[in-house]
């Protein structure tokens, strides 16, 4: 039982690249969510899917885009990378029944 | 808007002293608080949790403390050790918001000192 899991670990993009981050957990949750933590900042929701075949926006979307591509697995794309990117991505889950989320290892991601 | 507020970025104690981590929250649909633990280069962890029904939870040398009155929790760490070091974050979920949403603080990096 691996819980939250994120590939890769760390990247470094120049500007104007894309990439996918991947996320996948093995809880049988419902609902999943991609945060960005920056200093002093906290975690910010990204985007969360709610159930499967369902995303939504959340705080700090602008610049990505998300799919739900099956129940497990939540991708997070960055079409053209730039430096406000820069920062470290975590992937969490959680269940029908209550609030707690249980979070990936998360994805330092580094834009030049 | 920050919604959750934690306006204390550090705080330090002895081995064996109790740390006590302060939150505020200005949105009344809050219902439901958590903390979450943070080591360096990990995800953030589950530690505990209170409902607005209450005004305290206990889950060993952890407690926290909710003042719906004042918007403002507060979690207790008794006696605290040095693994205890870590960025702690408050988070808040409101009754009826769709998957769960949470809004988190800045986060506390708590240091104890040995």
């Known amino acids: 039982n691996a819980g939250v899991t994120q590939t890769p670990k760390f990247q470094v993009l120049k500007t104007g690249q894309s990439m996918t981050l991947q996320c996948a957990q093995d809880?049988?949750?419902?609902?999943m969510y991609w945060y960005r933590q920056d200093p002093g900042m906290g975690l910010r929701l990204i985007y969360y899917s709610a159930s499967e075949g369902t995303t939504d926006k959340g705080e700090v979307p602008n610049g990505y885009n998300v799919s739900r591509l099956n129940k497990r697995e939540f991708s997070l794309r960055l079409e053209s990378a730039a430096p406000s990117q820069t920062s470290v991505y975590f992937c969490a889950s959680s269940s029908s029944g209550g609030p707690e989320q249980f979070f990936g290892p998360g994805t330092r991601l580094t834009v030049l | 808007d920050q919604q959750v507020k934690q306006n204390s970025p550090s705080l330090s104690v002895q081995e064996g002293r109790i740390s006590i981590l302060n939150c505020d929250y200005t949105n009344s649909m809050f219902d439901y608080f958590l903390w979450y633990k943070k080591y360096p280069a990990e995800g953030p962890t589950f530690l505990i949790s209170i409902s607005s029904i209450k005004d305290k939870n206990e889950d060993g040398r952890f407690t926290v403390f909710l003042n719906k009155s004042a918007k403002h929790l507060s979690l207790h760490i008794v006696p605290s050790q040095p693994g205890d070091s870590a960025v702690y974050f408050c988070a808040a979920s409101a009754v009826g918001t769709s998957g769960s949403r949470l809004t988190f603080g800045e986060g506390t990096q708590l240091t104890v000192n040995p």
């Open positions: 809880m049988n949750h419902n609902s």
